[in-house]
């Protein structure tokens, strides 16, 4: 409990978020052994890592490969293609909105 702060409220949130992913995991067929539950019960995942992960590893693998895509995606469209890679030096400052 010392570990999610002393009043309970982040280790009550985390025990809701668990709960919802082992069942999410258990009754989605499409996660097959990848699902977070079957990895529990098999042993490949210990409680006190399971209690520990964070939101992408609690995910399926399915929900993380589209998380995968997206994110990629983003960094390909938006953020490398809408400057490109800096010419000058002065392509890495920020403009500060002033006229020039």
Known sequence: ???????????RR?????AFNLAASASDGSSGSNGLATR?????VQAAD?????????ATG????KRK???DKYF?????????PPKRKSDLTLSRGGGQ
């Open 1 to 11: 409990l010392a570990t999610f702060g002393e009043d309970g409220k982040e280790y």
């Open 14 to 18: 985390r025990a809701r978020g668990l």
């Open 40 to 44: 529990v019960l098999s042993g490949e």
């Open 50 to 58: 399971l209690v520990m992960m964070g939101t992408e590893e609690l």
């Open 62 to 65: 399915d929900l993380r490969a």
């Open 69 to 71: 895509i997206e994110r």
């Open 76 to 84: 390909r469209e938006d953020v490398l293609l809408l400057h490109g």
